[in-house]
């Protein structure tokens, strides 16, 4: 019987599903994270009476013919790059990009990884780091008299130092734009790498033309929604009941086929 393995096909979609929604609720505090949206497709259909075939030796046509679903699968899951709000923090290494573009960031292993946290600290030398201490490019250091860090929305660097009055630049944040931001590879702890579907990527000024803008004293709050993500999981839940009903429905046909 068919039914069983179309209903199950049709669990295991809303199982995933559950587990997307499930990471984006996880993650609704997580600074800088892009919600992630399952989409689905159904499968291959088998053919009982093909359509436009002949039905008689006179040349008629079937005209729309029998075809038989066999289920469903997960085709992709989107992430949604959708701008998250902006948080104050007043804190000076903390900065947001107002539009698009991500912070560049050299991994131990020298390959450049790229965020939207910027929830950045201080190495030892004074060079600019994440929170897990990887160089934010392209690592400029702040010389321990420094008495204020400013860093303006273009990502020039200035500070004053002890004993002077006017500030002095030290260097310019670059941030990179991809041409599909969905096709970036997700490392967790807030990193993405680079990969053959989101292209090569761009690096330019902040505030230039394409590039979004950064700003001192803000972080980037999840864009995740949980009104509506608490919606979908609903649905889901449904969908996935629905599909076990008729998983019971068709046991108890064979039930009645074998009680014959």
Do not use: C, H
């Not at 669990?11 to 559950?18: D, W």
């Not at 989409?39 to 009982?48: G, M, S, T, V």
């Not at 889901?236 to 046991?251: C, F």
Request: glycine residues 10%.
């Amino acid at each position: 019987m068919r039914a069983l393995d179309i209903a199950a096909t049709g669990m295991q979609a809303q199982q995933t599903n559950v587990e997307v929604i499930s990471n984006n609720i996880a993650n609704m505090t997580t600074t800088g994270y892009k919600r992630e949206r399952v989409e689905f497709q159904d499968l291959i259909y088998q053919n009982l009476r093909r359509t436009g075939s002949n039905s008689s030796d006179a040349g008629t046509i079937v005209p729309s013919g029998v075809q038989i679903g066999l289920g469903v699968k997960t085709a992709a899951v989107y992430r949604i790059n959708e701008q998250g709000n902006l948080q104050q923090t007043s804190n000076s290494l903390d900065l947001a990009i107002n539009g698009n573009g991500y912070f560049q960031v050299t991994l131990p292993s020298g390959q450049t990884a790229y965020t939207r946290d910027g929830t950045f600290g201080l190495a030892p030398d004074g060079t600019i780091v994440t929170a897990d201490g990887y160089t934010v490019q392209p690592g400029i250091q702040i010389p321990s008299n420094a008495t204020n860090v400013t860093i303006n929305s273009s990502g020039q660097v200035q500070v004053t130092l002890s004993g002077q009055t006017a500030p002095q630049t030290l260097g310019q944040l670059q941030i990179a734009v991809f041409p599909n931001n969905a096709g970036l590879q997700a490392e967790g702890s807030n990193l993405f790498t680079q990969t053959a579907a989101s292209g090569a990527p761009v690096s330019g000024n902040p505030a230039s033309a394409g590039f979004g803008q950064v700003m001192q004293g803000f972080v980037e709050a999840s864009n995740v929604n949980v009104v509506t993500e608490i919606t979908n999981l609903i649905t889901a839940q449904r969908a996935y009941e629905m599909n076990s009903k008729v998983i019971t429905a068709g046991d108890q046909m064979m039930s009645t086929l074998t009680n014959l």
